[in-house]
């Protein structure tokens, strides 16, 4: 409050104002802060304290933002449902007996439910996108290397990127200008010129050609999401863009290849955690004792499962059959991307194959739970930028429809994510907040705009 009083009097005055002067944004809480505890959702973290901020935290604070609180997600940011947080689940606005997608689901919830009109997420499998897609919301996953990750707690460090989550493109577009841009601390970070973004929203996709991806579209898909999407698919073309099927055969590989990269690189990040140098500490009569204990009682099931799978992959007479094949497999995915965007500015399919799920449905069957991302996990084994935005609702719950991008070409995915916003009013509905349950396609009115 006391720093939104300083900002209100820097406007009485007339002084000149950086770009979030006063807004409220949350930030989900596997990204360093130094006024709140950094848990990541896990208890073996509990609440420690970072002494130093993110760079993406720092240049919130820089532009003028306040942050006003972090926000919860599945453990180490491994999870599709927000149901493996330590300090218990997240639930959905449209739909309170319904999950907001994971691992950004408090960031996504928050933003659907106009507790703030910003958020940060964080996207290594489809994080931003598929809650985003759950809640309604506006969820940006960058070129990988276009955001910082200094100061992310690393889950899998080729994939995790840093975005933006907001009630509509432009917001989006006006954070993703804050927090884009070189860091030298991060070595990942890419130096690339950082374009206007808010000038790329002119509200036309006049001349652009966008794929459908053919393979996003078959078995698995609930037809009203297919429904919803394909539709959406119409308002481009009437827009004036052209619309044509592109082929990405690999996307079936996707989701294996994924969790062999993510679960080893996790595997390796994850060995910090022993109660020594930081977080929790379990007494034992040894040091290996200590380890164990530590581990065994800080970890979640879900952790412990990706840490298992990850070690194996990564063990002696496994490591060329399942990483390094993996590795092979990821460059194929990527190529997939590179020949599409031979032919068309954009890939359009869905952001997931199912609206969302009712706590519990699928969290005992990890196969299950994992095929939530499996259009978004592509993106992220690609590097590729990404946006998830509103395109209907499917019994009465949204429907998150996503456009890729060429690598560092944001403006571009934000162009038509923004005309197609324009022609649209999915954006405008607001779930009811009502206590019921919800779930019948919101109201129809503003959302708080930055």
């Not at 770009?19 to 973290?45: E, H, Q, W, Y």
Request: charge should be neutral; include cysteine.
């Amino acid at each position: 409050m006391q720093d939104a009083r300083r900002w209100d009097d820097r406007y009485a005055r007339g002084d000149g104002l950086p770009p979030l002067a006063g807004l409220p944004v949350a930030v989900k809480d596997n990204m360093c802060t130094t006024d709140f505890p950094t848990t990541c959702g896990s208890r073996i973290l509990g609440r420690w304290m970072s002494p130093y901020d993110a760079t993406v935290v720092a240049r919130l604070r820089e532009a003028g933002a306040i942050v006003i609180g972090k926000t919860n997600l599945d453990e180490f940011a491994m999870g599709s449902s927000t149901e493996n947080s330590a300090f218990g689940p997240t639930r959905n606005p449209w739909d309170q007996g319904r999950v907001p997608g994971g691992s950004s689901g408090g960031s996504a919830a928050a933003v659907a439910a106009s507790f703030v009109p910003l958020a940060l997420g964080s996207d290594t499998g489809g994080s931003i996108r598929q809650p985003a897609g759950f809640c309604g919301i506006v969820g940006l996953k960058p070129t990988y290397g276009r955001v910082s990750r200094y100061g992310l707690v690393a889950f899998a460090s080729s994939l995790d990127q840093i975005g933006p989550m907001a009630g509509t493109v432009a917001d989006a577009a006006l954070l993703l200008q804050v927090l884009a841009g070189r860091d030298p601390r991060d070595s990942t970070s890419a130096d690339v010129p950082v374009p206007d973004y808010a000038k790329a929203l002119n509200g036309t996709v006049r001349g652009l050609r966008i794929g459908l991806a053919r393979e996003a579209f078959g078995e698995g898909l609930q037809p009203a999401v297919r429904t919803a999407v394909t539709q959406a698919a119409e308002v481009l073309k009437g827009q004036g863009a052209e619309v044509i099927e592109v082929a990405m055969p690999t996307i079936a590989y996707a989701l294996p290849t994924y969790y062999l990269l993510a679960t080893s690189e996790a595997s390796s990040n994850l060995a910090r955690y022993d109660g020594v140098q930081y977080g929790l500490r379990v007494p034992s009569t040894d040091l290996y004792g200590m380890y164990t204990k530590t581990r065994r009682e800080g970890f979640g099931a879900e952790v412990k499962r990706r840490i298992m799978l990850g070690t194996y992959a990564l063990s002696a007479g496994y490591y060329e059959g399942f990483f390094l094949k993996a590795q092979r497999v990821r460059t194929l995915v990527r190529r997939d991307f590179l020949q599409a965007f031979e032919r068309v500015d954009l890939v359009l399919m869905p952001t997931s194959p199912t609206v969302p799920f009712r706590f519990g449905e699928k969290v005992d069957d990890p196969l299950q739970m994992y095929l939530a991302d499996v259009y978004t996990i592509p993106v992220n084994l690609a590097g590729l930028p990404g946006i998830s935005i509103p395109c209907g609702f499917a019994d009465g719950l949204p429907v998150g429809l996503q456009l890729i991008g060429r690598s560092f070409e944001e403006e571009t995915v934000l162009r038509a994510a923004h005309a197609y916003e324009q022609a649209t009013e999915w954006h405008t509905r607001r779930p009811p907040l009502d206590g019921d349950g919800g779930g019948r396609g919101g109201t129809t009115q503003p959302r708080g705009r930055a």
